[in-house]
């Protein structure tokens, strides 16, 4: 009964959606956002406001980082915000779940009262965002900026001819006593080498992954070939191993002459590498007697409404102003975030940017990452493996860590 309760609720709202009223008193909504993006939110909620004098809202803004938005809506969806941000790679889960709403039951309120439709919004951003907003062949989301690594890179230390390989980047950055840093332990970076090779990861409708590391790629390369150079890499003496999560830290520390990351530290990297650092795609990557371009992951940042929402048209209203391209425009002023609004990208100020230029380099070759929740703590546990040296260069011993590996993440959920 519960649940029938809460489909009917649901419907509810969706149908009540193809206009939204003025009303007397002020229009209540939640917005969930990240920590490094309060102000900017609270300028842009004011800015909302005013493009809308004659109705009177009471907007509260809260934390919630886009990296873990999915798992705190789910805990309880209808206690979760109206408006939240959240990263491309976790709409799946949000769909399943019913956490979030289908944008085409709200087009004619858009139309009626932003004049805008889907259509519009979806001309406006690159078409990357856009397939990473949609799920089934259905929109649910607004994107507003393209997430991703690439590297920074010192040119003191480093000259542009290094950069081009991972052994010309290390042997480069031993001879200037310098280090070059990635993090390994995380799925989210490691994949690159795996991408490199032609390998995947995809997303079945129970929630489990494909993974296909432990053998043989599309492309001809073995997994045990792709370990063994990323062995090689991590055994080198200018190669320093950085913990998820603390990349800031050591690049601030100043022994990095070259760094894997990505426009969230481009301040940092200007302040420590000089206004002359350098950034662009990853290192071609050596497997066997061929050189190929390592494959960063490429994902998008969006906002999406929630369809417990009791002012949902509103809500939707919101979201789609704060994805608009005067608000990419402002969130690149603020943080530097590169925006998906094609106009906003054409800016002057973005193209001189010199960590969008690598992040653009980067997404040129990067895949779009689709796994499921088992993924995350094997790779993670893999890629630290590979860190510390734990896994033997033989073959037969790669072999075994790989087959552990796949069986951990394509494990069934639950």
């Known amino acids: 009964m519960k649940k029938l309760l809460s489909l009917v609720l ?3 709202m969706v149908l009540s959606l193809g206009a939204i009223a003025f009303a007397d008193g002020p229009i209540a909504l939640t917005v969930w956002g990240a920590e490094e993006d309060q102000t900017y939110l609270a300028e842009r909620i004011e800015a909302f406001k005013a493009a ?6 009471d907007i509260t ?3 919630e980082s886009e990296s873990t938005a999915k798992d705190t809506i789910l805990t309880d969806v209808e206690a979760a915000a109206d408006v939240y941000a959240f990263a491309s790679d976790q709409l799946p ?9 289908d944008l085409s039951t709200v087009e004619e309120a858009l139309k009626s009262v932003a004049g805008k439709s889907l259509d519009d919004i979806k001309a406006a951003n690159v078409e990357g965002s856009i397939t990473a907003a949609t799920y089934n062949d259905t929109f649910y989301a607004f994107p507003f900026a393209s997430d991703g690594f690439f590297m920074f890179y010192d040119p003191d230390y480093i000259s542009e001819e290094d950069a081009q390989t991972w052994e010309g980047l290390l042997d480069a950055a031993a001879a200037a006593g310098k280090k070059v840093g990635m993090t390994l332990a995380s799925g989210w970076y490691n994949t690159a080498f795996f991408n490199a090779a032609g390998f995947s990861t995809s997303l079945n409708a129970d929630g489990t992954t494909n993974m296909d590391w432990n053998g043989t790629s599309p492309d001809g390369y073995t997994g045990v070939q792709v370990v063994q150079a990323m062995q090689a890499i991590a055994g080198h003496d200018a190669f320093m191993a950085i913990a998820d999560g603390d990349i800031s830290n050591q690049i601030a520390g100043g022994d990095l002459a070259a760094v894997i990351s990505g426009t969230w530290d481009t301040a940092l990297v200007s302040d420590t590498f000089g206004e002359d650092y350098m950034a662009c795609a990853l290192p071609l990557l050596t497997l066997g007697e061929d050189q190929v371009p ?4 490429v994902s998008f940042k969006m906002i ?10 509103w809500a939707v209203m919101l979201a789609e102003f704060l994805t608009n391209e005067e608000s990419q425009v402002a969130r690149f002023e603020a943080r530097e ?7 906003a ?14 992040l653009t380099e980067a997404a040129a070759v990067g895949v779009v990452q689709s796994v499921g929740g088992k993924y995350w703590d094997p790779t993670a546990s893999f890629g630290e493996q590979i860190a510390q040296g734990t896994i033997g260069t033989d073959e037969a011993s790669i072999q075994t860590a790989l087959d552990q590996l796949v069986e951990g993440v394509t494990a069934a959920v639950g």
């Open 10 to 12: 649901a419907l509810t």
């Open 52 to 57: 809308y004098p004659d109705q009177e809202f």
């Open 61 to 63: 803004l809260g934390v």
């Open 93 to 101: 889960d949000l769909v399943n779940a019913g956490a979030i709403l």
């Open 294 to 297: 390592t494959r960063g992951t």
């Open 304 to 313: 999406g409404v929630n369809p417990y929402a009791e002012n949902a048209g």
């Open 337 to 343: 975030i590169p925006p998906t609004n094609i106009a």
């Open 345 to 358: 990208s054409e800016s002057e100020a973005v193209q001189a940017n010199k960590g969008v230029v690598g």
